[in-house]
């Protein structure tokens, strides 16, 4: 039996080592692409919803896409009634965008893709406009692809037209993407128009962008919002953020903040919280700071389900909206006071906390994270490092405390100490994705260069080979391109496409593939 399994698989092996060996030795996205394609179609198991779909059909591999969408959706229980109709509706806003691409008009375009709806149209318009419907992009940036304006507007009327049709709360939806549409032409008496069409229901899901909102006037939005049946607190943020008058804004923010520190049987905390971040965001600070007191008073005399919760928002609202750090730390003292130590004692400092449970989701885990971020961010190192202690998931924990918000200077500190929680690999992970968070948020010279000198440090160590490899190579990439070094840019690809052909794993050549591809078509 061994000698006829290995006359018979031979072969087989031999060729794809060699498919393997030539990739190597000429790597390009359509070989790492390939490669994941055979790999994932040989696999014993794939996931529904795989997003290697999404990157098969960005780099224009739809038939690639539609063989491994088609595969994944045959494994769900129950089977889909029509998986192949499924698999089109999938796929529809990529073929759509790429008919287009080729010069199609609309009209022809959507007679030669099937399962396009409201939907597809939206997701294509948004692809044009360099909104990055998918999340991670094939493309930077739309001037390249763009498309007449024209038939942007075309798009939002055949949504008007299909919504028609449609039952009240798609329609509703619908319609206001036809409007965000026109908003992003700078159309405002067609915006304006799509919006005044709303029919009436009770509590409309309307979720306006600034953007609509600022095209057609808060004032005005709000009142066809309200006539549509809207009644959701956010519109009142998305008012005050596009509001010019700060006076009017202030106003919102206190309604708002009002609606929901009265909400019964709970405050929503969260929803107060959201409010002073956008207090803040405006430049509103002494109405973020009063807002902030009126927050601490509320987690004192109506607790949330986990008062531990409340109380840590607090002080992270207090600290926000520039309170004194002696208030910010009395709060975390509160906070602490409801934690327990394993003999059922109240902890007195964070390293007596012990093991504690919460229900099942870990929310004890969740509170010491962020207990430890905020006392990060006050620069206290060493009880943060005792919150984190013993946390299960190490890796995404850490990542998780790990804020741009906290001082550069520290974060070395916590990075020392997570090592012994962390593999090598996972170390060098965690300080990646915080070095692209530093950049994205574009916080100051000072993270820029801690960021680049993290990245300096992977570039020259060691290759990665774990089931952590590809991903850190490609932020190591992504943050090559946001401090414009090309060189830095292309030492990542190419160590991700070598650890991705070392795992063999056809989520990490996807992915590879999914990079290159998009490297390829940078200037």
């Given amino acids: 039996m061994l000698v006829y399994l290995g006359l018979t698989l031979g072969p087989s092996i031999r060729a794809e080592n060699e498919r393997f060996a030539a990739c190597k030795n000429d790597t390009s996205s359509q070989c790492l692409s390939s490669l994941g394609v055979e790999q994932a179609m040989d696999a014993r198991f794939v996931p529904p919803h795989m997003p290697e779909v999404s990157m098969l059909a960005q780099m224009g591999r739809i038939d690639d896409a539609f063989a491994l969408a088609l595969r994944a959706e045959s494994e769900n229980e129950p089977l889909p009634e029509d998986v192949e109709a499924t698999v089109d509706r999938m796929l529809a806003s990529h073929r759509l965008t790429g008919a287009l691409r080729e010069g199609k008009s609309l009209q022809e375009a959507m007679e030669m893709t099937p399962g396009v ?63 965000e549409l026109h908003a992003a032409l700078g159309s405002r008496d067609e915006a304006l128009k799509v919006l005044q069409s709303l029919p009436r229901t009770d509590n409309a899901s309307i979720n306006p962008s600034e953007n609509l909102m600022r095209l057609v006037g808060p004032s005005t939005f709000l009142q066809l919002y309200r006539e549509a049946g809207g009644t959701h607190l956010s519109i009142l943020l998305t008012a005050a953020a596009a509001e ?42 002494p109405l973020a700071l009063e807002l902030a007191r009126a927050f601490e008073e509320r987690a004192d005399t109506e607790p949330a389900i986990f008062p531990v919760f409340a109380h840590i928002e607090a002080a992270r609202v207090l600290l926000l909206a520039g309170a004194d750090e002696g208030d910010v730390q009395a709060r975390l003292d509160v906070a602490l006071s409801t934690f327990r130590t394993k003999d059922g004692k ?46 299960e998931q190490p890796l995404f924990s850490w990542m998780s405390m790990l804020t741009s918000e906290i001082p550069v200077q520290d974060v070395d500190l916590l990075l020392l100490a997570a090592r012994g929680a962390l593999s090598d690999e996972e170390l060098a992970y965690a300080k990646l994705q915080h070095a692209q968070q530093l950049l994205l948020s574009d916080t100051g010279e000072g993270q820029r260069g801690w960021a680049q000198a993290k990245a300096a440090e992977l570039a020259k160590s060691d290759t990665l080979t774990g089931e952590h490899a590809v991903r850190a190579y490609s932020m190591l990439s992504r943050i090559g391109a946001l401090v414009e070094d090309q060189r830095l840019e292309r030492l990542g690809l190419e160590q991700m496409a070598e650890a991705a052909l070392k795992s063999r794993r056809y989520q990490d050549l996807l992915m590879a593939g999914f990079w290159w591809n998009r490297s390829q078509q940078m200037p």
């Fill in 244 to 285: 010019p008058d700060m006076t009017l804004a202030a106003t919102y923010l206190e309604e708002a903040f009002t609606a929901s520190s009265t909400k019964k049987p709970f405050p929503e905390y969260v929803w107060m919280e959201r409010i002073i971040e956008r207090a803040v965001d405006l430049g509103l600070q």
């Fill in 117 to 179: 709806g409201a939907g597809t149209l939206w997701i294509t318009a948004l692809d044009f406009l360099g909104r990055r419907p998918y999340g991670l992009s094939a493309r930077d940036g739309s001037t390249a692809d763009a498309i007449p304006r024209d038939v942007v507007s075309e798009i939002a009327q055949r949504i008007v037209d299909i919504a028609q049709n449609e039952p009240v709360r798609p329609r509703i939806s619908h319609l206001v993407e036809a409007a």
């Fill in 346 to 391: 109240t902890a007195s400092d964070a390293s007596e906390i012990g093991s504690i449970r919460w229900g099942t989701r870990r929310l004890d885990a969740q509170a010491r994270r962020e207990m430890a971020t905020l006392k990060a961010r006050l620069g206290e190192t060493e009880t943060a490092i005792a919150y984190m202690a013993g946390l």
